[in-house]
């Protein structure tokens, strides 16, 4: 981001050093613009306005950053508009005295910390902290319409869809809809474009982000492969591991020996609705795919067709390529149960037997990103994909 657009010192002139926001949190910003990590800016960017909303380079950068974003990317956007976004006013807080101004000051500070933090991880476990101790808080003092616009911001920040809704309906309730505040009527519009104003879409994205959160852990994996004719011709079993990742889910494979692979074979991405968008790699490339998962989120299933080389023989050394479906079964298992990979089984090697399978060429098992099955005789074509 040019200096020209996040300017070193504040447009007005009556603006104090403890109103600005500090020179790291701008180069900041400017870094992500140059990054294209548009998304990243916003955030920080829209944080700190919360914490310092008379700081005319966040106002500047929000600008700028929401013009980029709107016009794909453009370097030459310019700002859109001059105005200052301010919180409403809270006159409200002025009777608070003896430990509730005390604990009203301290929250005040406790946010402004969260936006003050460049490391998005920090500011996210301060914000929930905030949210945390506001809301007792905010049980007994629900007049407070400051704190209302801070637990709203650090909801929409913190993807909270329930705290996202209390908090509109509080401001809704305080007349905030007929407000010529600019800050705050671009907060209502932020929680109405996300759904946030319905109880039950609020109520619908917070169930679906509880699905998010029971995906993560460890689970086994049981995989089985089908001819053209639907014919079962193998079947393996692993375990995988999900874990977070800044796109949302990523699900490492273990190997039969105990081995991690060094990239995912699954990942999820959190889209706005809740919903989660599923995609498996296949080579270098990331194929969508769709998951079902049960009412108790225990099981995830998936079913996908690939065209595998199989019937592998002395006298067929490259197989015959044909068109199979392939369907995986995980369910989710404490950490104590996890099962270690376990080889095919005795009725399987002798059905593939009967259909004359054999082993697949290494080559094409390194192209396919699933875990291998033990070595046997040459009888199988067992080559595994996620």
Known sequence: ????????????????????????????????????????????????????????????????????????????????????????TNASAEHLTGMDKVDYNALIVLARQAQQTTDLDEQKTLLKRFMEQSNSFMQKHPDQMLLWQLRAASAISLNDPLAG?????????????????????????????????????????????????????????HLSRADHKGHEIAHFDWTIEFSKAHSGIEGYIT??????????????TI?????????????????????????????????????????????????????CTQTITLTKVATSTVRVPAPVSRNAQQRDAQAGQTSAPASDRARLQMPHPPRRKARRSCIFIA
């Open 255 to 268: 190997t039969a020996k105990g081995k991690k692979e060094d990239k995912p074979t699954l990942r999820g």
């Open 271 to 323: 889209l706005d609705t809740g919903e989660i968008s599923w995609e498996r790699r296949w080579d270098s490339d990331w194929i969508p795919v769709q998951i079902e998962m049960d009412n108790n989120h225990r099981t995830m299933k998936f079913a996908f067709n690939a065209t595998i080389k199989i019937n592998f023989n002395a006298f067929n050394t490259n197989g015959t390529s044909e068109q």
């Open 165 to 221: 809704y209390e908090a509109g309906q509080k401001l809704l309730a305080a007349g905030a809809a007929e407000s010529t505040d600019s800050f705050l009527q671009q907060l209502l519009g932020q929680l109405k474009n996300k759904g946030w104003f319905e109880k039950q879409e609020a109520e619908k994205q917070a169930e679906k982000q509880m699905e998010y959160i029971s995906i993560l852990g460890t689970w086994n994996g």
């Open 1 to 88: 981001m040019p200096e020209s657009e996040v300017p070193a010192n504040p447009a007005s002139t009556t603006a104090t050093p403890s109103s600005l926001a500090p020179d790291e949190m701008t180069r900041k910003i400017s870094e992500l613009v140059h990054a294209g990590k548009y998304t990243e800016a916003q955030q920080l960017t829209n944080g700190l306005l919360i914490a310092y909303p008379d700081d005319q380079r966040l106002i500047r950068a929000k600008a700028l950053i929401d013009q980029l974003r709107s016009s794909g990317g453009s370097a030459n956007a310019a700002p859109t508009t001059g105005q200052t976004p301010q919180p409403a």
